[in-house]
């Protein structure tokens, strides 16, 4: 039994964790895989599309610690730091890769920055300075693509940590989005306008909106599907094809 249950999905991988405690369980969408009882507590876990995850604890004697296990459950690498709060970690598809949010402090305020590693190696590959920005979601849509849904905005990285392209919109107009592993990143947005009070906004890599829909009505969810977007209105619901 889990106290505060978690779940985090991709594709056909699913992985539960007890969030605050030490149980995580592995399933596809038939059976579980492989339960187990860590020896530190969850902070949080992120399963990508080829069955490997990320576990995020609160490591005894450090800050945090993130431990990447393959698609076999084995560890493939562990990082623990007394410098940095780390808040999630995703792994790239092929594993090469993994970014990890990282907060502290500086004169009072909050700092954000990523940490991207080269699994094989030990020292981060590159660093992403976010400064005040908030992190909701972040996922690798490709191999050297990383995605992110902030409060400002949503922003595409590439494999050395370069920004490659970004969507803003105004802090506090994000109402809810979705965004999963190995798939685009939607937004729902409050515009200020009476007659189309809401914005629906998919963002690629290259900096395109494949999809730009707005809408008299509240968004209250979003859920995307290959290259569908439902959209959950306060009045009726709208199913979006990408690219129409």
Same mark, same amino acid.
């Given at each position: 039994?889990?106290?505060?249950?978690?779940?985090?999905?991709?594709?056909?991988?699913?992985?539960?964790?007890?969030?605050?405690?030490?149980?995580?369980?592995?399933?596809?969408?038939? &059976?579980?895989?492989?339960?187990?009882?860590?020896?530190?507590?969850?902070?949080?876990?992120?399963?990508?599309? #080829?069955? #490997?995850?990320?576990?995020?604890?609160?490591?005894?004697?450090?800050?945090?610690?993130? &431990?990447?296990?393959?698609?076999?459950?084995?560890? =493939?690498?562990?990082?623990?730091?007394?410098?940095?709060?780390?808040?999630? %970690?995703?792994?790239?598809?092929?594993?090469?890769?993994?970014?990890?949010?990282?907060?502290?402090? !500086?004169?009072?305020? =909050?700092?954000?920055?990523?940490?991207?590693?080269?699994?094989?190696?030990?020292?981060?590959?590159?660093?992403? *300075?976010?400064?005040?920005?908030?992190?909701?979601?972040?996922?690798?849509? !490709?191999?050297?693509?990383?995605?992110?849904?902030?409060?400002?905005?949503?922003?595409?990285?590439?494999?050395?940590?370069?920004?490659?392209?970004?969507?803003?919109? *105004?802090?506090?107009?994000?109402?809810?989005?979705?965004?999963?592993?190995?798939?685009?990143?939607?937004? #729902?947005?409050?515009?200020?306008?009476?007659?189309?009070?809401?914005?629906?906004? &998919? %963002? $690629?890599?290259?900096?395109?909106?494949?999809?730009?829909?707005?809408? *008299?009505? %509240?968004?209250?969810?979003?859920?995307?599907?290959?290259? !569908?977007?439902?959209?959950?209105?306060? $009045?009726?619901?709208?199913?979006?094809?990408?690219?129409?």
């Amino acid at each position: 039994k889990y106290a505060n249950p978690a779940l985090s999905v991709a594709s056909d991988n699913m992985l539960a964790y007890d969030r605050g405690g030490k149980k995580l369980c592995f399933t596809n969408r038939y &059976t579980s895989l492989w339960e187990t009882s860590l020896s530190s507590d969850i902070i949080s876990a992120n399963v990508n599309t #080829a069955g #490997a995850f990320c576990v995020v604890t609160d490591e005894q004697g450090y800050r945090a610690a993130v &431990t990447l296990y393959d698609m076999h459950q084995k560890r =493939r690498f562990k990082w623990k730091t007394s410098e940095y709060y780390i808040m999630q %970690a995703a792994a790239a598809p092929d594993l090469k890769q993994m970014a990890v949010l990282c907060m502290s402090q !500086k004169d009072g305020s =909050r700092v954000s920055a990523i940490r991207v590693f080269d699994t094989s190696k030990e020292d981060p590959k590159a660093d992403i *300075p976010l400064g005040s920005l908030t992190v909701y979601s972040m996922e690798y849509y !490709k191999n050297d693509s990383l995605a992110l849904v902030t409060d400002q905005g949503i922003f595409f990285y590439d494999g050395a940590g370069q920004l490659r392209s970004s969507f803003a919109y *105004p802090r506090g107009s994000l109402v809810t989005f979705s965004h999963k592993a190995g798939m685009l990143p939607t937004v #729902a947005l409050e515009t200020g306008d009476r007659e189309n009070r809401s914005r629906v906004v &998919t %963002a $690629d890599e290259k900096g395109s909106l494949l999809l730009d829909r707005q809408y *008299p009505a %509240a968004v209250r969810s979003l859920s995307t599907s290959g290259d !569908k977007v439902a959209v959950l209105l306060s $009045d009726s619901v709208v199913c979006e094809t990408l690219g129409d």
